[in-house]
């Protein structure tokens, strides 16, 4: 897993890891950057490996004896724009040793605000890692991003999730309806589409992305189809989000909840798609 880590907090890697070793992967974590919390609290101090050390220690990894028992490679939130490419090495490495091995690509560079990567870097993504994933888990605004244009319903975002290369696309919070405060979730995949669909919990804390795209490749290389892997994953993140909320918390307290993390959805909705 290719992510950013938090001294303090649930977001990035630190979300990521928490939930695949809870579901019981083990995981070899490469970080992108280092912070001492989510931006979003204010300033913070960002520590980015040096492109010769990273690639360095990248090609160790790509290298190792036991890469073959590398089932899957993540990426998320990257630090600079020279890391792509060495994340396109590591998954051709994992591949190479694993033919089976999957590769799910959260992009990570935006939500509703707009970009918060340099476009660079944002670019070096859509051109370099989700045309080789087999997964990718863009929200609303990275999809219109990356696949040129603005849908506005669920049949526009499927549609445009045809514009990427990645046989399963799942796109977090397609659409919110706020008058019956319901969010629903597309995923789309060679056997077809369905809409996946929970309660709206507003004033979310930060990290729920990172969350989803762990706890949606777990489920999957448990043997969940698409659509059953995102009701796992989208009820343990409503649950977790839930409980920061009550609790009035600005992390997600995924050590307290991390039961949640590998139980039986709950409170989702399911509709398959023609």
Known sequence: MLNSLVARGSVGGRAA????????????????VILPWHP?????????????????????IAEASW????GAVLTGYFGSINQVAAAARLVAAVRKANPAARYL??????????????PALANAIGATLLPVADMATPNRFELDRFAG????????????????????VIVTSAETDLVTARVTTLVTSPEGAAAVTHALTPNA???????????????R????????????????VHRVVEAAVADGLDEMPLAATQGALAAAPKGVTITTLD
Do not use: M, N, Q, W
Not at 205 to 219: M, S, V, W
């Open 205 to 219: 804390p930060k990290g729920t992305g990172d969350l989803f795209a762990a706890l949606y490749l777990g489920h």
């Open 221 to 236: 290389l448990d043997g969940h189809t698409p659509p059953e892997a995102t009701a796992r994953a989208a009820a343990a």
């Open 40 to 60: 979003g609290h204010g300033r913070a101090t960002r520590i980015t490996p040096p492109a010769a050390e990273f690639h360095a220690l990248a090609e160790d």
């Open 149 to 168: 244009g603005a849908a506005h319903d669920l049949t526009a975002i499927r549609a445009a999730t045809e514009g990427l290369a990645a046989p399963e």
């Open 67 to 70: 890469l073959a028992g590398v």
């Open 17 to 32: 890891l928490f939930a695949l070793e809870r579901l019981g992967f083990p995981v070899i974590f490469v970080p992108t």
């Open 105 to 118: 690509c959260d992009p990570a560079v935006g939500d509703s605000g707009g970009l918060f990567v340099p």
